[in-house]
């Protein structure tokens, strides 16, 4: 799946729940982001990492953790704190920092119930 | 930082007519600017991408241009299809920095056959 696989591609969450998607890649890429995906708004980063055990907030990390402990896998914890989290989530990768070779995932529709 | 505007928003053609998308970034340094495509529901894929030592880059239909000095860089489609109906993003970033791309907020073309 074009070497960076997410999953679920839908996922459902009641009001008060946290919910971790998933992104693995194999692409051996150091740098891997989330992007929150909302019609009209364009993407916007959540958080970066680009580099294991290290990552960045982004423009809207409020409401969202991750972790980095393998350099093939960052996940995403969409926490209660979180007031509007229904949207499209992507994933991403690059062999390194400034975007070059840049990787999506197929995404996760996330819906709140 | 860097700030990306892309215009228009919404673009509507007829099947065989050409297409234009215009980005304007703000950031003199930047020296990297891709072009993705992302179908309904898909990932965005990266369908061109030019870099500040040259002033356009072609692949067949598509083709990009980059004016360093007015600080801009346009996606032009040519005889368009169906199938190019999509929504087309921008970006500007450093290749070799540590940088994060900065989106534009899409473009949503429209193919009429």
């Known amino acids: 799946d074009g070497g960076i696989t997410q999953s679920p591609k839908y996922l459902f969450r009641k009001e008060g729940q946290n919910v971790t998607l998933s992104c693995e890649q194999n692409?051996?890429?150091?740098?891997m982001y989330w992007y929150r995906q909302d019609p009209g708004q364009g993407l916007r980063l959540i958080y970066y990492s680009q580099i294991v055990n290290d990552f960045q907030k982004g423009d809207i990390a409020e409401g969202y953790s991750v972790s980095r402990e393998k350099k093939e896998s960052f996940p995403l914890t969409v926490t209660s704190a979180q007031k509007n989290p229904t949207a499209f989530y992507l994933c991403?990768?690059?062999?390194?920092?400034?975007?070059?070779?840049?990787?999506f995932g197929s995404g996760t529709r996330l819906t709140v119930v | 930082g860097e700030n990306v505007e892309q215009h228009p928003s919404t673009l509507s053609v007829q099947e065989g007519d050409s297409a234009v998308i215009k980005c304007t970034y703000s950031d003199s340094a930047s020296n990297y600017f891709p072009w993705y495509k992302q179908e309904l529901g898909k990932r965005p894929q990266l369908i061109i991408d030019?870099?500040?030592?040259?002033g356009e880059k072609k692949d067949q239909r598509i083709a990009v241009t980059l004016n360093k000095t007015a600080k801009h860089f346009s996606l032009h489609i040519t005889e368009t299809q169906p199938e190019d109906s999509a929504v087309y993003f921008c970006?500007?970033?450093?290749?070799?920095?540590?940088?994060?791309?900065?989106f534009g907020r899409g473009t949503s073309l429209i193919v009429h056959p």
């Open positions: 991403a990768s690059s062999m390194g920092p400034g975007g070059y070779g840049y990787t």
């Open positions: 692409l051996n890429h150091d740098a």
């Open positions: 970006a500007a970033s450093r290749v070799g920095g540590s940088y994060i791309p900065t």
């Open positions: 030019i870099r500040s030592n040259v």
